[in-house]
């Protein structure tokens, strides 16, 4: 396994959660990463992605200013800390490597993918 997501669960309406990403030293250290998710129904969608060395990040407009993306390159791991929590931020969550330094907001620019984390959020 190359990407393995956890940390998701049941949350309350304005709680936090923080997920993890642990990923494997060929394709973390010098690529770019996301966060995406998956609600029920609905197709993936971008939520978050940093620069192979964390100097650059990007969010989607809907979870700006309530959600932080990180990594620790010594210890190839991948986090997403999510405050402010809403019943619409519930979906299975996907952690990805990209192609590239620099993770894009589309899913093409990603090589690839975690299992997935549920994250549900209870109103």
């Known amino acids: 396994v190359q990407l393995q997501a956890s940390g998701g669960g049941l949350v309350q309406t304005g709680g936090s959660l923080r997920l993890s990403c642990a990923a494997s030293?060929?394709?973390?250290?010098?690529?770019?990463m996301g966060w995406f998710r998956q609600a029920p129904g609905k197709e993936r969608e971008f939520v978050a992605t940093?620069?192979?060395?964390?100097?650059?990040?990007s969010y989607a407009e809907s979870v700006k200013g309530r959600f932080t993306i990180s990594r620790d390159n010594a210890k190839n791991t991948l986090y997403l800390q999510m405050d402010g929590l809403k019943p619409e931020d519930t979906a299975v969550y996907y952690c990805?490597?990209?192609?590239?330094?620099?993770?894009?907001?589309?899913?093409?620019?990603?090589?690839?993918w975690g299992q997935g984390t549920l994250v549900t959020v209870s109103s």
């Open positions: 940093i620069s192979w060395n964390g100097g650059s990040t």
């Open positions: 030293s060929r394709i973390f250290s010098n690529n770019g």
């Open positions: 990805a490597a990209a192609r590239g330094s620099y993770g894009p907001a589309a899913l093409s620019g990603y090589r690839y």
